[in-house]
């Protein structure tokens, strides 16, 4: 497994790490025995940075993850996650109160007494030009409740605004084979300040795992199932925005891509961004062992050469930069 820095937190970590929004079960039942069996294997293969929410399950993912590191506090971890969506999304909202209510119960639920990394949880937009939110993160960490904070960004202008930010130690943001977008100023941007980028959404949903068909179906409380148009959030969380036929029909052509070089598809998709200049870690969730196994495996893949970057690029111009450049 590869390490590399987590921007201006000083710490390093594995470039593959886990997103546990599912072990939420905010989108398909994850028993916590199956739950607890993931961040096992995950931890087994190499990774050292777990993401989570306070709203993954209504803090579900964040407990099941503290209880597992309390029983393997031998294992070198870093967990990252994040808060603001508990409270209607107006900037109003983004205030140190809320701030310091909504930590206090991450700690519980992660059982520290100071969280390793909080992430503002794609707030509305205003909220970057805030000082007055950055002020109340800041207070945060001289009181000790958190070492660092970030910012998860729906946008790349948003990115942009937060890597300008002089305390914000990372940015998540939307970055795959379909959403390209953040190779343009945001990755030289967070190079230049030091500022950590970690991508989620790194398989377009599970598109770039070459496993779905216009056919498939999806369970009714999956996001991928309710959210295609964005009725629930943004539209680009669920298959990063791109239309599905389209998406599978795009996966088809990855999948080729993968091949030719020699990896199943949903591993070269995450090797390809892992090695992305700029990039930290990239976290796509895992559902079984076998997944987060095989997703770790992305985590020693060698270098992948400029004609399978080549490839990508006129892969993603010719399906999805029109639809999908403009909006994010």
């Known amino acids: 497994m590869q390490h590399r820095s987590l921007g201006r937190t000083g710490r390093d970590v594995s470039t593959i790490g886990l997103g546990t929004w599912q072990l939420g079960a905010d989108w398909g039942e994850v028993s916590e025995a199956d739950a607890r069996a ?20 209504d803090g579900r993912s964040e407990s099941i993850i503290g209880q597992w590191r309390r029983d393997n506090a031998d294992v070198e971890l870093t967990v990252a996650t994040k808060m603001g969506r508990r409270a209607e999304q107006i900037p109003a909202n983004y205030v140190y109160e809320n701030f310091r209510e909504w930590t206090d119960r991450s700690r519980r ?55 300008a930010r002089p305390r914000v130690a990372t940015v998540q ?28 959404v790194p398989l377009a949903s599970g598109l770039l795992s070459g496993r779905y068909s216009r056919d498939t179906v999806f369970a009714a409380n999956d996001h991928r199932t309710f959210n295609r148009q964005g009725e629930a959030f943004d539209q680009g969380e669920t298959f990063s925005g791109v239309d599905y036929d389209e998406g599978v029909e795009a996966a088809h052509e990855f999948s080729t891509l993968a091949q030719n070089v020699g990896l199943e598809p949903a591993t070269a998709a995450l090797a ?27 985590g020693s893949v060698p270098e992948l050469d400029e ?6 690029r006129e892969l993603y111009d010719r399906r999805f930069r029109a639809a999908v450049h403009p909006r994010w």
Not at 40 to 56: K, L
Not at 110 to 138: E, R
Not at 307 to 312: E, L, M, N, Q
């Open 38 to 57: 993931v961040l096992d294997a995950s931890a087994e293969s190499g990774v050292t940075f777990f993401d989570t929410a306070d709203v993954y399950g």
């Open 109 to 163: 639920n992660l059982g520290v007494d100071t969280l390793d990394l909080v992430q503002l949880h794609c707030p509305p937009t205003a909220v970057y030009a805030d000082d007055a939110v950055f002020d109340a993160l800041d207070r945060l960490v001289e009181e000790g409740a958190i070492a660092n904070y970030g910012v998860s960004v729906e946008t790349t202008a948003e990115a942009l605004a937060a890597i």
């Open 173 to 200: 943001i939307i970055l795959n084979a379909f959403r390209l977008k953040p190779l343009d100023e945001v990755l030289p941007a967070a190079r230049e300040a030091g500022v950590g980028i970690i991508t989620r």
């Open 272 to 298: 390809w961004v892992s090695q992305l200049p700029g990039v930290s870690s990239v976290i796509p969730g895992a559902r079984s062992v076998a997944q987060a196994r095989s997703n770790a495996a992305a």
């Open 307 to 312: 004609a399978f970057t080549a490839s990508v």
